[in-house]
């Protein structure tokens, strides 16, 4: 599977074919609903290794081509995501245009758990950004084809972030010689859901932690119960510190901020948080920071949603979280032995195993 550049995608500014024919997306479905105020996208990348599952993220977009762009570089994050994991899922995304502060409705996501059904199975949706298990619970009165939901999985979170947390270590045993996070200073952008509980981790370990946040309730909270310093959005890219962990949106990896990080490893829950992979995955390398790839260690939560989907205990889907630890250590020494990004090293890993399966179907 080889596919352009993001970044070159989308300089050409192509039609909505032009952009799933440069990703190589299966189909994606716009779904609008006037009266109850739904306007969504759904994106189906690859389904190789199964049906494709990713969550939905309600975020209150500029536009309806940033929505576009943003469901369609998450969903195939999520094919390398969970091939890279060995699941037996393809890679998809969903996302909802609004305010998750002010536009949800009971009527909203059942509507748009009539858009989910009718792909029969081929998308399976669970929680993201602005999305909660209440959500998702309206959402499942009009389709079985999700997960994350309460009683059941649960919020994918906690698991999301352990995984994250794992990544991090096995980043700081090969940069630092040493896994302990304990008087580390880590920057967390982000204290959402995943973010709050991994500094609640680096709590734990007696890491210093700084944290920054769009909405100033969370952030005094989260402050408050784990002692955290708090830091102006902007100011986060100019801590003197060791890691940095963007744990909100994507894209946060780029030419002006790489031109203020003073860090020595990112490792974070955000999906594509290079702006360009090759481009800032290289520019990453030559500063001699380690990379630690976010569709490698941020999937704890598809593992979450994957024990649902296939009734998988949760104490061994704690250690399938666990286990990126090992892989995060094999990723990056992989890299530095090839001299390449660590990005690239974990994307030739998952196609690997998407040619393998394909290959394997040609004979069913």
């Known amino acids: 599977m080889e596919v352009k550049n993001i970044a070159d995608v989308q300089k050409e500014e192509l039609g909505v074919l032009g952009q799933m024919i440069n990703m ?77 502060r002010k536009d949800k409705s009971e009527a909203l996501f059942r509507r748009f758990g009539q858009f989910v059904d009718s792909l029969a199975g081929k998308y399976i949706t669970a929680e993201d950004v602005g999305i909660s298990p209440q959500d998702m619970t309206w959402v499942s009165m009009e389709t079985k084809h999700v997960s994350g939901l309460p009683g059941k999985s649960g919020d994918p979170s906690p698991v999301t972030a352990y995984g994250v947390y794992m990544g991090m270590k096995a980043a700081a045993k090969l940069q630092y010689g040493s896994d302990s996070l304990k ?65 909100a949106l994507g894209a946060t990896v780029n030419d002006e901020t790489l031109k203020r ?21 290289e520019a990453v390398r030559e500063k001699g920071i380690i990379y630690a790839p976010d569709f490698l ?26 286990d990126i630890y090992a892989t995060t250590l094999d990723i990056i020494t992989k890299a530095q032995k090839e001299g390449i990004p660590t990005y690239l090293a974990a994307n030739r890993m998952a196609e690997e195993r998407i040619k393998k399966l394909a290959h394997i179907k040609q004979y069913f």
């Open 183 to 247: 008087g580390k200073k880590v920057a967390v952008q982000g204290v959402g859901h995943v973010g709050e509980y991994l500094v609640k981790n680096l709590q734990k370990e007696g890491a210093e932690i700084f944290i920054t946040d769009i909405h100033e309730d969370t952030l005094k909270r989260v402050a408050k119960t784990y002692g955290a310093t708090v830091v102006a959005p902007d100011e986060i890219y100019d801590l003197d510190v060791d890691i940095y962990a963007p744990c």
């Open 297 to 322: 260690i941020n999937a704890g939560g598809v593992m979450n949603c994957y024990g649902e989907v296939y009734n998988i205990p949760s104490d061994r889907i704690m250690g399938m979280a666990q």
């Open 261 to 281: 990080l003073k860090c020595s490893i990112i490792a974070g829950a955000a999906n594509n948080q290079l702006e360009d992979e090759q481009k800032h995955g």
């Open 24 to 100: 190589e997306h299966e189909q994606v479905l716009f779904c609008q609903d006037k009266e109850v105020g739904l306007k969504a996208i759904i994106a189906v990348h690859n389904t190789v290794c199964g049906p494709a599952l990713g969550g939905t993220r309600m975020w209150n977009y500029s536009s309806e081509e940033e929505a576009l762009r943003d469901v369609l570089r998450l969903s195939r994050g999520m094919t390398y995501k969970n091939a890279i994991s060995g699941l037996n899922l393809g890679g998809g995304k969903a996302v909802i245009i609004g305010d998750s």
